[in-house]
């Protein structure tokens, strides 16, 4: 169990979990579980499962998406009060990450790994890979670096395959 399902319904239980427990490595893995007395390994079990289908709405991964995929401009001060710095913080490093990986994924076509086809001799090889490398600078990056509509790095194979 990652204790960040637990932090997000409950600031009490991310405190209780950030103060030393007095055992050495106490909850550091599994071979160091936290030892809760009086609560079986099953109780604790159904209480996890519970957690995990019912206290966990059905909205957060959507919304969590949203978020991450939407302008930082799009949330206004209000909301922005009611994320936090720390959420916010969350939301601006993730949307960091997701465009350097989508820069790179346009930047570095896929290489073409197969070797070539009894078919095919060496130099036609050769040209299909710059082919291939045409083909994605002037398609699929294009697409991926668009300004106001950029292709989504999930769409890539499909875009790829209607071409």
């Known amino acids: 169990l990652h204790q960040g399902v637990l932090f997000v319904h409950s600031p009490t239980l991310e405190n209780i979990f950030t103060l030393p427990s007095g ?3 106490d909850g550091a893995d ?6 809760l007395p009086g609560i079986s390994g099953e109780e604790f079990e159904h209480f996890i499962s519970w957690l995990y289908h019912y206290m966990i709405p ?24 009611i994320l936090g710095v720390r959420v916010y913080l969350i939301i601006a490093r993730a949307q960091e990450v997701m465009e350097t ?3 790179t994924i346009a930047a570095v076509p896929p290489g073409l790994s197969l070797p070539p086809s009894p078919a095919c001799n060496i ?11 045409h083909f994605w600078w002037q398609k ?5 670096l668009h300004p106001y509509n950029p292709l989504a790095i999930s769409a ?3 875009y790829v395959a209607q071409q």
């Open 23 to 25: 055992v050495a490595n």
């Open 58 to 81: 059905q909205w957060i991964a959507p919304s969590v998406r949203s978020l991450t995929l939407a302008s930082l401009s799009a949330i206004d001060e209000d909301e922005a009060l």
């Open 140 to 144: 699929v990056a294009c697409q991926l």
């Open 101 to 103: 990986e989508r820069c």
């Open 156 to 158: 890539l194979v499909e």
């Open 30 to 35: 599994e071979d160091h579980p936290i030892v």
């Open 123 to 133: 130099s036609h090889h050769a040209h299909c890979k710059d082919v291939w490398t």
